[in-house]
């Protein structure tokens, strides 16, 4: 009889809490996915939808970003902060960036037209010369550079790169991945904060935690809520590539290496640890990934006629096939985000907005020279661009049409390289979010 009663009582014991472990919760392994299902917020498809079509983009736009045409991008990462007096750069090892010699550069992408290119864009050319490379003095590069960001001032979302400065270096991004440096602390969260508390736009409430909660951020206009999502995108896709990415030290028998890191991506997402906010910034990266995505699409006319020269006629050539081989998969996602809908309503009040929305972004590129870590502030500054070349792409007006180009429309180099590696780190973001699924469930 005490036998039975002794038995009884484990099964009341214990029967409670392994219901709610097994049946009435979700394991701690999967918290952190917990959201990625359903509608993307403010996008017009899912999260299902993105996997899919992200499983045919990765791929793509990895092989793209490869190319030589893509992988340099110039680059001044010596100027100081405005904002704060410098901190002092990393000293870490795994901080730098190594820079490009001019040889390793090749011409075209330094701008340097053969005449054979140059006859191409003008017909009837029945110059006899022979094959010269066309030089502007440095004078008169620096009078049409001034002239160029005078008029593109207007349209951009991005504080323009001085890339005729003697500091400005080529750097090949292939060379200088994205991963974890181990820079962290006081400097790199000063830069997160002024991002998030000095240039995103507030709620009406002045006791805000750290970050906004999808709460608060339903108190917003479609455009506040637009502008949020892109910069917890970006945060959150840069620490899945440090997870993803991370510098195991070694212990005196190993070496140092660079692997995937589980506990360290549980750490930045696990509701848990980020007050059950992690789940909701790994959704923004969905968002964000739509939101390029959107405008490497719409950009496509542009594409059509942009020759991404480097003077290597192949390798020119097979980008280009490239790039519309990645533009077919927008048949099997039509609907991602919609531009459209941003800014209507009242004019004076819509153009206000807008105005004020560009001059956030253009702030926070700036922010990125305040990066103590040279290696993250490339990335910082090739994400910013890229991003900021997106929106300029997306709020152009009539100048990009479904078949046509406005002559006034054009991007500069550094703004098409820094497009499609931005495409490239969330299209990577989204792979490496879905391998850590596939991990924890072990």
């Known amino acids: 009889m005490k036998r039975l009663l002794y038995s009884i009582v484990l099964i009341i014991t214990v029967l409670p809490s392994f219901t709610a472990s097994n049946y009435g919760q979700k394991s701690s392994e999967d918290q952190c996915f917990c959201q990625l299902?359903?509608?993307?917020?403010?996008?017009?498809?899912?999260?299902?939808?993105?996997?899919?079509?992200?499983?045919?983009?990765?791929?793509?736009?990895?092989?793209?970003?490869?190319?030589?045409?893509?992988?340099?991008?110039?680059?001044?990462?010596?100027?100081?902060?405005?904002?704060?007096?410098?901190?002092?750069?990393?000293?870490?090892r795994d901080c730098s960036v190594q820079t490009c010699s001019e040889d390793e550069v090749p011409d075209g992408v330094k701008g340097y037209h053969s005449k054979k290119e140059q006859s191409k864009k003008c017909e009837g050319d029945n110059s006899t010369l022979g094959d010269v490379d066309i030089h502007l003095s440095e004078a008169d590069k620096l009078a049409?550079?001034?002239?160029?960001?005078?008029?593109?001032?207007?349209?951009?979302?991005?504080?323009?790169?001085?890339?005729?400065?003697?500091?400005?270096?080529?750097?090949?991004?292939?060379?200088?991945?994205?991963?974890?440096?181990?820079?962290?602390?006081?400097?790199?969260?000063?830069?997160?904060?002024?991002?998030?508390?000095?240039?995103?736009?507030?709620?009406?409430?002045?006791?805000?935690?750290?970050?906004?909660?999808?709460?608060?951020?339903?108190?917003?206009?479609?455009?506040?809520?637009?502008?949020?999502?892109?910069?917890?995108?970006?945060?959150?896709?840069?620490?899945?590539?440090?997870?993803?990415?991370?510098?195991?030290?070694?212990?005196?028998?190993?070496?140092?290496?660079?692997?995937v890191n589980v506990k360290e991506f549980k750490k930045r997402f696990d509701p848990e640890r980020t007050k059950g906010q992690g789940p909701s910034w790994l959704k923004n990266i969905y968002f964000l990934y739509l939101l390029v995505w959107r405008a490497v699409v719409k950009a496509g006319p542009y594409w059509q006629q942009e020759?991404?020269?480097?003077?290597?006629?192949?390798?020119?050539?097979?980008?280009?096939?490239y790039v519309g081989d990645l533009l077919l998969q927008s048949r099997n996602?039509?609907?991602?985000?919609?531009?459209?809908?941003?800014?209507?309503?009242?004019?004076?009040?819509?153009?206000?907005?807008?105005?004020e929305f560009r001059k956030k972004f253009r702030n926070i590129t700036r922010i990125m020279d305040c990066v103590g870590c040279q290696k993250c502030r490339l990335w910082g500054k090739v994400q910013t661009q890229g991003i900021g070349t997106a929106l300029k792409i997306l709020f152009s007006g009539n100048q990009l049409d479904k078949d046509t180009v406005s002559s006034s429309f054009r991007l500069k180099r550094n703004e098409i390289v820094a497009l499609f590696n931005a495409l490239g780190r969330y299209s990577s973001s989204i792979h490496y979010v879905q391998m850590f699924r596939t991990l924890t469930r072990r």
């Open 144 to 259: 049409f550079e001034t002239w160029k960001q005078y008029d593109d001032a207007e349209n951009s979302f991005c504080m323009p790169e001085d890339e005729l400065s003697a500091d400005s270096k080529y750097v090949n991004l292939l060379l200088n991945p994205e991963r974890f440096t181990n820079y962290k602390g006081n400097s790199a969260n000063r830069v997160w904060h002024s991002i998030y508390k000095e240039n995103c736009f507030k709620v009406p409430n002045p006791y805000t935690e750290k970050y906004e909660s999808s709460s608060m951020l339903n108190q917003m206009c479609l455009e506040k809520r637009v502008f949020y999502r892109v910069i917890s995108g970006m945060h959150a896709s840069i620490n899945t590539h440090l997870s993803a990415q991370f510098l195991f030290k070694g212990n005196g028998i190993t070496k140092p290496s660079w692997g």
């Open 333 to 355: 996602c039509p609907s991602t985000f919609d531009e459209t809908i941003m800014f209507t309503g009242d004019p004076v009040k819509s153009r206000s907005l807008k105005e």
């Open 37 to 92: 299902t359903g509608k993307v917020e403010d996008c017009c498809c899912d999260v299902e939808a993105v996997n899919s079509l992200n499983k045919e983009v990765y791929p793509r736009i990895i092989d793209i970003v490869k190319q030589s045409y893509f992988k340099f991008y110039k680059v001044n990462l010596e100027r100081s902060c405005p904002f704060w007096p410098d901190d002092g750069a990393c000293s870490l």
């Open 307 to 321: 020759g991404f020269y480097t003077g290597n006629a192949e390798e020119d050539s097979l980008v280009k096939k």
